[in-house]
């Protein structure tokens, strides 16, 4: 089954509005990622954040944590055209050490200027 | 730039056709991966090396041969492949494969057609 998976599939925002993007998970985990992905291009790391955090800051970016509820969302506040990509979370697997990431089938972010 | 590059950028093979495809990190990282990413569907982990040893092996058809010369190169070697394996064949590197959770840095992909 699949691990990560964000909701909406698709959203569509003006210039300068937020956007807020959401990610359920099934197992328990030691950290969650978010990754962007401009149209067919590699995936950038965005931020990561552990399972003893809620909540987590980078500029324009806030990702919560919720482990009661195996969800994460992400907020992009202000948006810019140039945000406009795919973003995807990203998972491991607690009980394990390895690197080994379960990827969502993201949400695909358009800002409209 | 992330310090990942992989070369071709696009590739069009016939299903009988030999290529290769590499992938080459220059961040000192000792992980290095192979997925394939589908229209529609979430990015598939294909293969991972740690250190020049294949560690993980997603039950990838053996039409898919990876080769780990050295902790800098990676290269995903292609035969016969079928029309159902177009897509986009990305690498990514981490520093390391064991100690969890390393952020991922890819490449920019090989965009593959096979015809």
């Known amino acids: 089954s699949q691990q990560g998976e964000e909701d909406p599939q698709a959203l569509s925002i003006q210039e300068g509005e937020n956007a807020t993007m959401n990610c359920s998970y099934k197992?328990?985990?030691?950290?969650l990622q978010w990754y962007r992905q401009n149209s067919g291009r590699g995936l950038v790391h965005l931020i990561l954040?552990?399972?003893?955090?809620r909540e987590k800051h980078s500029g324009r970016l806030r990702v919560t944590l919720d482990t009661s509820k195996k969800s994460s969302s992400l907020l992009i506040t202000a948006s810019r055209a140039a945000d406009t990509a795919s973003y995807f979370c990203a998972t491991d697997a607690r009980g394990t050490s390895y690197g080994k990431l379960t990827f969502g089938q993201g949400t695909i972010l358009t800002v409209h200027p | 730039e992330t310090g990942v590059t992989q070369t071709p950028r696009h590739l069009v093979m016939g299903m009988t056709n030999k290529k290769s495809l590499k992938c080459e990190q220059h961040?000192?990282?000792?992980?290095m991966y192979w997925y394939k990413q589908s229209a529609k569907k979430p990015l598939e982990l294909m293969f991972v090396?740690?250190?020049?040893?294949?560690?993980e092996n997603n039950s990838v058809p053996s039409r898919f041969s990876p080769e780990c010369p050295n902790s800098s190169h990676l290269f995903l070697h292609l035969h016969t492949l079928q029309p159902e394996d177009s897509a986009l064949y990305l690498c990514?590197?981490?520093?390391?494969?064991?100690?969890?959770?390393?952020?991922?840095?890819f490449g920019p992909g090989t965009r593959l057609t096979v015809l």
């Open positions: 990514a590197s981490s520093l390391s494969y064991y100690t969890g959770s390393d952020t991922q840095y």
């Open positions: 197992t328990s985990i030691n950290n």
């Open positions: 961040l000192g990282h000792n992980a």
């Open positions: 090396y740690s250190l020049e040893e294949r560690v």
């Open positions: 954040i552990r399972s003893n955090e």
